[in-house]
């Protein structure tokens, strides 16, 4: 091994040496089968603790690179073939995709094509028909028990519209407000937030984000009649709102009359041990359409994401959109559907969960 890694760069030594050992097996210098080095060997040539080895030998395990054997060791399970791996490789050699920002996410190889093929057994020709207009109706409803278990938030199927991805959402939410409606967005936000209404003939209105959320005054001066926001974890700033700035929001929302989209981006993966409180529920559901994506948590080539309407509108959507074809294939659906009903989704953002806690105390 000739394994450097730099303390000046403020890229954490876990991640660098993931880096490096995973590059190796790519390269196959560690081949197929073959066993790393043990744990002590590579903290004493890297000259770092034992735990920061275990961190990344954890990630390479996690992200299909190896597999740790009891009193064994850790031996090379990736193969050319394997494009989940190359995926990982892709996020860590500098070629990230736009708002990834932490090395967790993906859910596993193995838990994922075993769903895939329990789903092509049990499904047989059910994957090969179209999918209903605004979604598969058994995706929305392990979308709604779902909601109910993590987030409180009490739905039904027919409020849920599955679309591929975010921006896809964007522009239906754009298409419900119609051209020339005024929506305000935070500045800064995703770039793309935007620009999607825009290109949809939306008037934009930058909101501009204090560390608290937006501010009170360019909120209430503004003559836009919705808003987007990203109330936890807003990109590029990072800023997780409070309470008192959420109740703000629907305040505003009540006297103004209008909608608020919540993008509830990234939310999963938070360390907190109580989830945060979605906008959505503490509206009662009246003012609030709530936007997330499952291309985060499952993966990102996943480009599957659902809106959860209010009630109240959801007449309005069927009337100006209900025409629209489902974007996603009735098979993506239905697996992601199988991993909320076998409970491996959760697991899985549990593991992300306790895996980021470990990070932020080992750091701390």
């Known amino acids: 091994m000739n394994y450097k890694i730099d303390t000046t760069t403020g890229r954490s030594a876990y991640l660098q040496l993931y880096r490096e050992l995973a ?3 790519v390269a196959g210098v560690y081949p197929y089968g073959t066993k790393l080095p043990s744990k002590r060997i590579i903290a004493a040539e890297t000259n770092v603790s034992v735990i920061t080895v275990q961190h990344a030998l954890d990630l390479l395990s996690e992200e299909g690179y190896i597999e740790p054997k009891e009193r064994s060791g850790n031996f090379v399970i990736f193969k050319e073939a394997d494009f989940q791996s190359n995926i990982s490789r892709e ?11 932490h090395p967790f996410g993906e859910i596993s190889y193995d838990v994922l094509s075993k769903t895939m093929r329990k789903v092509i057994l049990d499904s047989e020709d ?3 028909v ?3 207009n605004h979604g598969s109706d058994d995706l929305r409803e392990e979308i709604c028990a779902y909601l109910a278990r993590s987030r409180g938030l009490t739905v039904s199927p027919k409020q849920i519209i599955i679309g ?8 239906l939410v754009a298409q419900l407000f119609g051209a020339g409606s005024v929506i305000g967005t935070e500045d800064p936000s995703y770039d793309k937030i935007g620009k999607v209404y825009s290109a949809m003939g939306l008037s934009v209105r930058k909101l501009k984000l204090l560390n608290t959320g937006i501010s009170k005054k360019a909120l209430f001066s503004t003559d836009a009649k919705a808003i987007h926001v ?10 997780t709102v409070g309470i008192s700035k959420k109740l703000e929001y629907l305040k505003w929302a009540e006297e103004r009359d209008g909608f608020i989209v919540e993008d509830n981006y990234d939310s999963e993966l938070t360390v907190s041990a109580k989830p945060e409180d979605a906008l959505f529920s503490l509206s009662g559901g009246k003012r609030v359409i709530y936007i997330n994506t499952f291309s985060k948590t499952v993966a990102p080539s996943l480009r599957m994401g659902y809106m959860v309407l209010p009630l109240n509108i959801i007449d309005e959507f069927d009337k100006k959109l209900g025409f629209y074809s489902c974007t996603v294939p009735i098979f993506e659906q239905l697996v992601v559907a199988e991993l909320l009903r076998s409970g491996n989704y959760e697991r899985h953002i549990n593991k992300i969960r ?8 080992q750091i701390q």
């Not at 990203?230 to 800023?239: D, L």
């Not at 306790?354 to 105390?361: A, L, P, V």
Request: charge should be positive; hydrophobic fraction near 25%; aromatic fraction near 10%.
């Open 23 to 25: 590059d190796d097996i």
């Open 91 to 101: 996020r860590y050699t500098g070629r990230e995709s736009h708002r990834v920002s």
């Open 126 to 128: 059910t994957i090969l």
């Open 130 to 132: 179209k999918s209903p």
């Open 164 to 171: 591929s991805g975010a921006e896809y959402l964007y522009g």
């Open 230 to 239: 990203t109330p936890f974890n807003s990109f590029p700033s990072g800023i």
């Open 354 to 361: 306790r895996e980021k806690r470990k990070m932020m105390q």
